[in-house]
């Protein structure tokens, strides 16, 4: 059952940072991108007043309306606790699966860590190598969710040796790929390990899931899973999601391999950002320090039929607030913040401040377009983005 946190709460673990992860989950089409958002929004301990007002009158329900409900908002903060630690975890919409637009990859600028989701019987596909090579080349780090292994025992009928070996085989060619696009020092940072924790095994639609640790710590096996759908009766499958909730297998592998954003924007803002790392816009994000000047990439625009166009995306650099001066790179304008929130659920709530490293909604910014850089206005001369700049000369028209 999830716990509710008040907007205080969450801005609270925002402010600190060391309790932030910022991801997404990247697919192969079919393999269970949404179906495992779903889950995960479903158990995220954080319920907006938007929804609160019913679920405190009847907590199941709002928990069984939210799991209804397909995420389709640009961001969903989570809240996850590990050894009695809280965290807040973004988890940011990765347009489709294939994309040749480059949306993908700006999307993936925002993100820190992904989680991979290959389905068991499928193994990898071209799309898995595609938006794991991205991920990569953006050094996000990619921790593997193998899903539908119910498939490997209602379909293919294994038994536990086999399941064992297909799923040792799907580990060893995401690690082949891991081997070829990662960076030379991170190739064996970054390699995926089942013993370590970074690897969960599991089904998405049934709601269970599992790493080695955690199975060992709590008793399961790949038997207690061919025993689960061995039967028709559902009850022995609940009882494994009961047991190994698949929201806490992934989350807990997200909050120990992903890097929170102070550590990460040291060593993705020379890899993203594109202009010089020598001025004080630069160091600010290379700290991920909230005193410094603003800077921030929108990653997504939505009309909201009641506030307008809302854009979201990451802070890097300084805090932004309500009445921020923003100069906007791409678009060659200055505007002004009029109202930032954070995502609680999937909704949105008006908070005072949103300090680097975490993810922001904000209005007022008519003129942003998804991709669009922002820069505290004071700096604008400054050039930089997160994306290459096209200077493109005007043709010259001449008229005889
Ligand atoms: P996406 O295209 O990657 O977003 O995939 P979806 O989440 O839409 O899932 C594709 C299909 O796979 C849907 O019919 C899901 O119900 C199904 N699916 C998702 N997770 C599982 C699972 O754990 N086991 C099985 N058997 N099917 C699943």
Redesign the pocket.
Known sequence: MPKYKTSEQVLSLMKDRTRVRNIGII??????????SDQLLAASGIISPKVAGEALALDYLSVEQQRGITVKAANVSLYHEVDGKGYVINLIDTPG?VDFSGRVTRSLRVLDGSIV?VDSVEGVMTQTETVLRQSLEERVRPILFI?????LV?ELKLGPQEMMQKLLDIIKEVNNLINIYAEPELKEKWSINPSLGNVVF?????RWGFSIPMAQKKGINMKHVIDAYSTTDKSKVNELAAQVPINEALLDAVIKFVPNPIEAQKYRIPKIWKGDLDNELAKSMLNADPNGPVVMMITDMKVDPHAGLVATGRVFSGTIRPGTEVWLVNAKAPQKVLQVSIYMGQFRELADEIPAGNIAAVLGLERARSGETLIDVRFKDLQGSFEKLHYVSEPVVTIA
């Open positions: 697919a192969h089409v079919d393999h269970g991108k949404t179906t495992t699966h989701v899903n539908k292994v119910d498939r209602k599991g089904s998405a639609k049934d």
